[in-house]
């Protein structure tokens, strides 16, 4: 990777989800969302169908985040438990 590193924003809803993790959970995810600014793309992530964005897995937690190239900047739109909704409304 190059040595410019990139800029990690969280959506205003992605604050609010990872505020309402249980304490441990949250944890692990920092880690991982940090590490996006040197990688956005770690070995994890996978295109989500039918749109731009990204998941990357976390055990049973899930990361969507959308890349701008241009700008240099991953945005995570969303932090939430694998479920059915996971994914709704991010499309």
């Known amino acids: 990777m190059s040595d410019s590193s990139?800029?990690?924003?969280?959506a205003p809803a992605a604050?609010?989800?990872?505020?309402k993790l249980p304490p441990d959970a949250a944890a692990r995810?920092?880690?991982p969302i940090?590490?996006?600014?040197?990688?956005?793309?770690?070995?994890?992530t996978a295109a989500l169908a039918g749109g731009p964005?990204?998941?990357?897995?976390?055990?049973?937690?899930r990361i969507v985040s959308l890349?701008?190239?241009a700008a240099r900047t991953i945005v995570v739109l969303r932090v939430a438990r694998r479920n059915e909704s996971t994914?709704?409304?991010?499309?």
């Not at 940090?34 to 994890?44: G, I, Q, S, T």
């Not at 994914?87 to 499309?91: H, K, L, P, S, T």
């Open 29 to 31: 995810l920092r880690g």
């Open 87 to 91: 994914y709704r409304r991010v499309r």
């Open 53 to 61: 964005f990204c998941r990357l897995r976390v055990g049973d937690l």
């Open 15 to 19: 604050q609010r989800q990872l505020r």
């Open 67 to 69: 890349i701008d190239e």
């Open 34 to 44: 940090l590490a996006l600014a040197r990688n956005p793309r770690p070995p994890d």
């Open 6 to 10: 990139w800029r990690v924003d969280l």
